[in-house]
Structure formats: C-alpha cells, structure tokens
C-alpha cells in the first residue's frame, strides 16, 4: 500500500534537515517525487507507441540499481489533480468536450488505436495518469520552492497549453505548477529550461498570456 503523501513528505524533511546539518545535499536528500500510477499501460498496445509510457517505472529501477536511491519509500508520492484545478489553466471546452472525445486524444497522444477505444477506458487508462504527471509537478514545484530543488518522476508536458495539446501531453504541468505557485504569491517570476528536443509550445503560448 502506497503511502500517505503527507506522511512522505515529513519523513523526507526530517531526514533531509538531519542530512543537511551533518553532510550537506547529496542526490539521495534530494526531494524525488514519483507515483507509480504516471505509468500509462493500455492491455499492451502503449508497446507499440514510439515514446515508452512506462519509462517512469524504468527511471527508478535505474536509480534503485545505480544506489542513488536505496529504497522506494525515499519517493515521495504525489496526488492527482481533479477537473476543477485542470480548469484554472485549460478551458472548460478543452477539459469537457476535447479531452471527452477518443479521435481528439488519439490526436493528442499520436496514437490512433485510441480513437477506436470507449471514453470510459479512456478517462481511466489515461486522463487518470496524466493527472497524476500534473500533481507531481505541482508537489516538485512546491518542494522546489522549499528545499532549493526537487526532481519529479513524471510531466514535462510541454506540448500541451490551455486550449490544446499534442505530442503525447494532455494536461500542461509545467504552466500549472508554475501558475500554483503564482497564485499563492510565492513567486512572481519562473524560469523554465526546457531540454527535450522539441519546442516547448505549449507552455510557450502560457507565458504569453501572463505578459
Ligand atoms: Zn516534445
């Protein structure tokens, strides 16, 4: 059984203030946010989409093989986000008609086998992640914001903006994250360093409407 996301958090915090005090921030005191539940399975077929859906589980084995984390309870899970938050960013004709539509998703995520699929299995086998992939990045940003620096498992969505998405990304993490913090009034500027191969459209056009 996965533990309480609050209960993580505490744990990492004492461990990393005590970490701190004697030995300085090494990877392992490093906040790693990471959910099992980002991993996309879809009875198989996601094996014959050209960007691994399961990589997340795979970064971990990696850091469990590689020691640079010891355990998986130094992961600190996150929650998902729900509609309502999604909301905040994209608009209602994106969240409540586009993403309700298999052709559209299938369009988003360059996977036509899932326009063939019933929405029902679609909002579980793959809206349900992907709000898990936005609650991470959320809970990294506020972690970040906290402790210097955090690593999220998981989102860097960047395709995807407010009314749209594409390139495999639904909900856009990044400007949400971003937009958390902003509306708290924790920050008023971010910097955004974007190493995929691509352009970042999607959180391209989400700063341009803060200016
Ligand atoms: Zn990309």
């Not at 349900?128 to 914001?145: D, F, Q, R």
């Not at 969505?157 to 993490?173: E, I, K, L, N, T």
């Amino acid at each position: 059984m996965e533990k309480p996301v609050d209960a993580s958090i505490q744990q990492w915090c004492s461990l990393y203030h005590s970490k701190r005090k004697s030995k300085g921030i090494t990877a392992d005191h490093i906040p790693i946010v990471y959910n099992k539940k980002v991993n996309i399975t879809f009875f198989g077929l996601q094996k014959l989409h050209s960007f691994d859906p399961e990589k997340y589980r795979h970064v971990v084995t990696l850091l469990l093989n590689n020691k640079i984390i010891q355990s998986k309870s130094q992961l600190i899970p996150q929650h998902r986000i729900h509609g309502k938050q999604l909301m905040e960013l994209h608009t209602k004709e994106y969240i409540k008609t586009t993403l309700k539509t298999p052709v559209e998703l299938a369009q988003i995520c360059e996977f036509p086998p899932l326009a063939l699929a019933p929405m029902p299995l679609l909002t579980s086998k793959l809206l349900k992640p992907m709000k898990y992939h936005v609650g991470g990045t959320i809970l990294a940003g506020e972690l970040a914001l906290k402790y210097k620096f955090a690593i999220h498992l998981g989102g860097g969505m960047h395709h995807a903006s407010f009314d749209s998405g594409g390139g495999w990304c639904v909900y856009s993490d990044i400007s949400l994250s971003i937009q958390n913090l902003m509306k708290q009034g924790k920050i008023t500027t971010a910097a955004i360093i974007d190493l995929d191969v691509h352009q970042g459209n999607g959180h391209e056009r989400f700063v341009v409407l803060l200016l």
